[in-house]
């Protein structure tokens, strides 16, 4: 008789989250250009399209939710939390997925995510967010950033409003510079990479922006 010395559980594995796994360990970000299908893009996007018109977005402030000063020489957009507890259906479908790859984290990575917030966010044409770091003086709970380009499939390079990442390097650093495309998921490390959107030059640049944090 064979004695088993862990419980077997199922596992599947999971091509995308491994990708983000190895890149996260690799280089302190990744780019998934197909954590979510187009379908799903579309419906998130129209969402955030009908609480934006119903005006309920606000001035996006710098600090936390305690500690909140609007600057828009720092940042132009305009935010609106997304309530997991209330969610719209195309919500609670965004966050059964982010759930799926927490659980995938945690039980593969032993990252101990327990938390997590996310906000809807537009930056209207001349609108940026200079360079900052994701973590707060206060709070050092946010480890992985991330963030879903909601823009739709017109959207063109041209239209500015890159994510650039600082990346450290042995000579300094180099900037590297993501165009914010439909469905184009970016994943990094809140405490380790400074980063800033571009102005945008054209059109509005839609996002749901997220953290992951420990308790
Ligand atoms: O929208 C992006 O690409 C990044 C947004 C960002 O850095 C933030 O909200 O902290
Ligand atoms: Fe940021």
Redesign the pocket.
């Known amino acids: 008789m064979s004695t088993q010395l862990f419980e077997q559980v199922d596992f599947v594995e999971n091509t995308v989250y491994e990708q983000v796994i190895t890149s996260l360990l690799d280089q302190k970000y990744a780019i998934v250009d197909d954590f979510f299908t187009a379908e799903e893009i579309e419906e998130l996007r129209q969402s955030l399209k009908m609480v934006y018109e119903a005006d309920c977005f606000k001035k ?1 402030a710098i600090g936390n939710k305690f500690n909140e000063e609007i600057d828009k020489s720092i ?1 132009g ?1 305009f ?1 609106k939390w997304i309530n997991e507890a209330e969610g719209r259906a195309e919500e609670c479908l965004f966050f059964s997925k982010i759930n799926d790859l927490v659980a995938y984290l945690n039980r593969t990575c032993f990252l101990g995510i327990l938390q997590k917030e996310f906000h809807y ?1 537009v ?1 209207p044409k001349g609108t940026f ?1 200079k360079r ?1 770091l ?1 973590t707060f003086q206060n709070d050092s709970r946010r480890k992985l ?1 991330m ?1 879903c ?1 909601l823009n739709d499939a017109s959207w063109l390079a041209s239209n500015g ?1 890159e ?1 650039t990442l600082y990346l450290p390097d042995e000579t300094g650093e180099q900037a590297l510079d ?1 165009i ?1 495309r439909p469905g184009r998921v ?1 994943i990094f490390e809140s405490q380790i990479l400074e ?3 571009k102005p945008v030059l054209n059109s509005e ?1 839609l ?1 749901i ?1 997220g953290w992951l944090k420990t308790r």
């Open positions: 996006a940042r957009d935010i966010a930056y967010y900052h994701d950033s963030v380009y409003g994510l993501i914010p970016v980063h800033e959107v640049r996002s922006t």
